[in-house]
């Protein structure tokens, strides 16, 4: 009986032991967009793209939208704040530089070979 108890205390602690407890996930992001703005945003870059160039590829696309739609959301609090026309020749500018910038280090780490 007593070789059970230690036994059953030997298991219990192996099994808490290898539990973990994962803490808790803050964002990135600290807006008030709604998923449709997000949406919105999103396409209208694709759009933009398109209409530069009817041949860019889909992949190209979608790693430049997803980082501008990610710019936007860590950088604007909302909806109104992004409709300032004053921030637009600052907001091209940054988008251009942040997104071109990591994109090219994402692409070199996967391609030494393009460095």
Not at 39 to 65: D, G
Request: positive net charge; contains cysteine.
């Amino acid at each position: 009986m007593e070789l059970r108890i230690k036994i059953l205390i030997a298991v219990s602690m192996i099994l808490i032991g290898c539990t973990t407890i994962k803490p808790k996930e803050t964002s990135i992001y600290n807006n008030n967009f709604t998923t449709l703005e997000i949406r919105s945003l999103w396409v209208l870059c694709q759009q933009a793209f398109l209409q530069k160039n009817p041949y860019t590829k889909p992949r190209v696309i979608i790693e430049y939208c997803d980082c501008y739609s990610d710019y936007v959301r860590k950088t604007y609090k909302d909806k109104k704040e992004l409709n300032d026309l004053a921030i637009y020749d600052n907001l091209t500018k940054n988008l251009i530089i942040e997104c071109n910038m990591k994109l090219q280090q994402e692409q070199s780490l996967a391609d030494p070979a393009s460095i």
